[in-house]
């Protein structure tokens, strides 16, 4: 299965929010819908909420569970306001603020920040299906947060059935 | 189904610790159990663990899975001990030490502290459920996190069957 | 079910990394699976990606989801990288610089920056599983974080069917 590609990315810079309407391709990991993103600055948060919500409706899913997986290690997922898009920038902003410079650290590669934040926001999400809507706050949207770019990304959405 | 109402709520002034024992009110939302919380100061941790057990008693699930998911983005939630009310009450204001105050943020309400703490603690926990329990540790409570209150609040529960 | 315990430990000094391969104990709390860890610093991250994949090919589970439940509340699990085990260091580290040193804390046991990093880290983490692998990006690892080491402590991890 595939989806139509991104079309041409809309510029994103930090601060600054991008919505990804149309999803990237898909990969054919089985359940395991697999989306490509392409991230435009260090620090880098991007809605993906559409896209998720896409790979809802494409699944057989009605009432159930949705995971939202980043395969990488300097990047992750959160889920806050998309309203506003002074709030995911003042994210990335505070977090830069609060994760020590990078003097005093061991890995070479000069990124350990970018690591730690990963860790911080978390590298799953989970929301509630119902009718094959994504059941979020009014003022809640999934972000892909990237720390460590521009670069090429990918998220990996898995949709289930679930019962009580 | 409708869960009697949280009674007389008790006086909370952070740091404190108010268990909910009853739940609030419950919505309709199918699977999804939906759960009335006031907190009552700015930030504000609340256990919800009996009212997420009384969730799990309520469903119709033996053994499997209890998810908490919080619809805001200015609150989240988090496990961590119950026993000695000031734990929590340090993890708030550890918070409010870490995250670093409004000057420089772009989001005009004031809250940008608010929406980074959500994202740090996160808007969802997992907890398996064995025998019709929450398999918990013997010091860890779920915490309903407030960081922008006093405010009216939800908080939505969902217990699903899982077997390997 | 009993898997054969961890021979002996790896000496493991903060900053390091140590593989558990053969996983630990294991109880016999039904679908729960249990492994014990002893971990050998205060602060300690310990890879624990072999243990998890095992109790997947373990299971009876081809598609589904792994859960990784950490019961304790001085201690998490995150995912980052496995790769330079100089990564995880930092990682501690850089927790060890963010969370305020203790003099302000109420709660009396000493311990208030392990809970604090605990809620930032998380209780649990959820990783697909495909056919009976998990799904895990090129450098992820799955980490017992421990904030207040040494200590014998436990990880539950569940392995669950799941279909769209």
């Known amino acids: 299965m595939s989806l139509t590609g991104f ?4 510029p994103a810079t930090f601060p600054g929010r991008r919505q990804i309407a149309a999803g990237g391709e ?3 990991l089985k359940m395991t819908r697999q989306f490509q993103l392409k991230t435009t600055a260090k ?3 991007v809605d993906i909420t559409p896209l998720v919500q896409q ?3 494409r699944s057989k899913v009605e009432e159930g569970l949705c995971y939202v997986f980043v395969p990488h290690t300097t990047a992750g997922v959160t889920i806050n306001e998309n309203a506003d898009p002074h709030v995911s920038a003042d994210i990335g902003m505070a977090l830069n603020l609060m ?4 003097e005093r650290y061991q890995h070479m590669e000069g990124n350990s920040p ?3 934040k990963a860790s911080l926001v978390g590298s799953s999400q989970v929301v509630f299906v119902q009718a094959k809507r994504l059941v979020l706050g009014t003022w809640q949207g999934i972000f892909f947060c990237e720390f460590d770019g521009p670069r090429n990304r990918q998220v ?3 949709v289930v059935k679930a019962e009580e």
Do not use: K, N
């Open 7 to 10: 079309g041409s990315p809309l």
């Open 26 to 28: 898909e990969g054919d």
């Open 43 to 45: 620090t880098d948060f």
């Open 55 to 57: 790979a809802v409706e």
């Open 99 to 102: 994760v020590p410079a990078q």
């Open 114 to 116: 970018a690591h730690i």
């Open 156 to 158: 990996y959405v898995r």
